[in-house]
């Protein structure tokens, strides 16, 4: 199987299932935001943006793993990262609890981590392509830990 065509493919997917979770209806748009909150419509261009590097930082893990263990390693890294990105979604936007979305949080925020330190070694290409994740999900984190100071408690 091509490697690109399935770190995309499952880039998608996992963008799908999140944005399916993901309802800025009438709840949400009650929530008291901070006045620098980029705009709503910027959110899916910015996600986007980080799953199309997230795929490409697969496809260089991919390619510079060298033996089945370490393509395995790859594979458990970004279904990690992916299953903590849907839950995030899960608990902010559809059990409305953005004061449990802030507390996974940090495994979000490791499971990029992790990807760059793993990568770091064999395949460097794929930990850069992950640092624009990383600088995103600190700055959700703290506009989730903002939202929740804001209108806590859920």
Avoid at 12 to 28: M, P, Q
Avoid at 49 to 77: C, D, H, K, N, P
Avoid at 89 to 105: G, H, I, N
Avoid at 121 to 146: M, Q
Wanted: hydrophobic letters at 60%.
């Amino acid at each position: 199987m091509n490697p690109i065509l399935v770190a995309f493919a499952v880039a998608i997917l996992v963008g799908l299932l999140g944005g399916s979770l993901t309802d800025t209806g009438a709840w949400y748009q009650s929530l008291s935001k901070p006045s620098w909150q980029p705009p709503d419509w910027a959110f899916g261009p910015a996600w986007t943006l980080i799953f199309a590097l997230a795929a490409m930082s697969a496809v260089y893990a991919w390619r510079g793993a060298t033996t089945r263990a370490q393509r395995e390693w790859v594979i458990g890294i970004f279904a990690a990262n992916g299953f903590f990105n849907v839950l995030w979604s899960m608990l902010f936007f559809t059990v409305q609890r953005p004061d449990w979305a802030l507390l996974e949080v940090p495994l979000l925020w490791l499971s990029v981590l992790t990807g760059i330190v793993v990568f770091w070694r064999g395949a460097r290409t794929a930990s850069y392509y992950l640092v624009p994740y990383l600088l995103w999900v600190s700055f959700a984190a703290y506009l989730n830990w903002t939202v929740v100071q804001l209108n806590a408690p859920f």
